[in-house]
């Protein structure tokens, strides 16, 4: 039986998906071979790899300006190659602090330029963002990099920050909740295992005017310009893993689209939000409400004594892998596109009978 699993990554994939997998594991539509067989270079290869793209393309309307990688290395080897790629020759960045993710992205861009973290959120325990006007933003900075979810935090940004340089976005887990302005941005990065398919594949989105200028002495891997010019297929790229996801894209587009999707995320987390601050301060969580996020949902208990009984009781009734952060601790929830309203539900009523026993 399978069970609602609340994993912030690798996290659930669609059941439909799975099963057409599963369907075309053995002989891809009469091919005689798996796709994990298959050479990259291969005709039916090449038409697997171009229909995802063009499936991405067609649900975030990508502009034609834009190139779009289909990479390794996870979301980590992004926090090195945007420096390497986007500095240009200058040596002066912006970095937002809002989270353990953003942190990470700030350590590695220091080890080739100058972050000025903008603005930080650590005093305030990454709850809320200060307002725009606060920020201490440089205009000569090469680019502004941002965690629009932060998924160990819970904190998301709703709307996109206005910035008067580009604009990079590390959205791991929250790229294709919603509709999304794509030309706002210099580049956008997501690894896979969130909410585009299995790990093992990262996603980089990126303004093709931005990417002649890598840092000499790059490893060739690490260079824009050369994953463009040879199509993602420099190296074996993760074939597997870009084919899942090619179907990701295709049943999201037979559900609707991002619009129909991000009116369901949004109906989720409202869903156990409102289970939240409904319990009468049994449950807490504890981001400002103007930016709790939509896919990763923190939250603790008054008594934390209480935290085992709970995990185990979710476990049994079909709901894993519900353990917060360690640097959160509590319970976290992350209800990425392919956990369906139904777990949500089942997430819910559990916590409120669970709520009712104990409280
Ligand atoms: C999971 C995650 C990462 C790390 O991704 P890897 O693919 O494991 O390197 C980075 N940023 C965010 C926002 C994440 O959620």
Redesign the pocket.
């Known amino acids: 039986m399978r069970v609602y699993n609340f994993s912030?990554?690798p996290a659930m994939l669609p059941e439909a998906v799975l099963e057409q997998a599963k369907e075309e594991l053995i002989d891809w539509q009469g091919s005689g071979m798996s796709v994990m067989e298959m050479s990259h270079r291969g005709k039916e290869y090449i038409s697997i790899a171009q229909q995802a793209e063009a499936d991405l393309r067609e649900l975030l309307s990508i502009p034609k300006n834009y190139k779009v990688l289909f990479l390794q290395?996870?979301?980590?080897?992004?926090?090195a190659m945007v420096p390497l790629n986007l500095l240009r020759g200058s040596n002066q960045v912006d970095y937002l602090n809002t989270?353990l993710?953003s942190e990470?992205?700030v350590a590695e861009a220091k080890k080739y330029c100058q972050v000025n973290v903008a603005t930080d959120s650590k005093p305030n325990k990454y709850t809320t963002v200060a307002p725009r006007r606060e920020w201490k933003c440089n205009v000569q900075a090469a680019y502004l990099h941002y965690?629009p979810?932060?998924?160990?935090n819970g904190l998301e940004f709703h709307t996109i920050p206005e910035v008067d340089v580009p604009l990079v976005a590390?959205?791991?887990?929250?790229i294709l909740s919603r509709p999304l302005d794509v030309s706002k941005f210099a580049l956008i990065y997501?690894?896979?295992?969130?909410n585009i398919g299995p790990?093992g594949l990262?996603i980089v989105i990126v303004r093709d005017d931005l990417t002649d200028l890598v840092m000499p002495g790059s490893p060739t891997m690490l260079s824009y310009k050369t994953q463009i010019e040879n199509e993602s297929m420099y190296n074996t790229p993760p074939t597997y893993a870009w084919y899942i996801a090619g179907l990701v894209f295709k049943w999201l587009k037979n559900l609707g689209g991002l619009e129909e999707m991000g009116r369901r995320n949004q109906r989720k987390a409202e869903m156990l939000y409102a289970a939240i601050d409904g319990s009468e301060g049994f449950y807490k969580n504890p981001v400002d409400l103007a930016y709790r996020s939509w896919m990763?949902i923190p939250f603790t208990m008054a008594d934390s004594n209480l935290n085992d009984t709970f995990l185990k009781g979710a476990k049994s009734a079909g709901l894993v892998t519900l353990a917060g952060h360690r640097s959160v601790g509590g319970m976290r929830a992350s209800i990425y596109n392919a956990m369906p309203e139904e777990g949500v539900k089942a997430l819910v009523n559990f916590m409120n009978d669970f709520a009712k026993q104990k409280g």
């Open positions: 912030a990554g290395g996870g979301a980590s080897t992004q926090f989270g993710w990470k992205a965690t979810n932060e998924t160990i590390d959205m791991s887990s929250t997501a690894g896979a295992q969130k790990a990262t990763n």
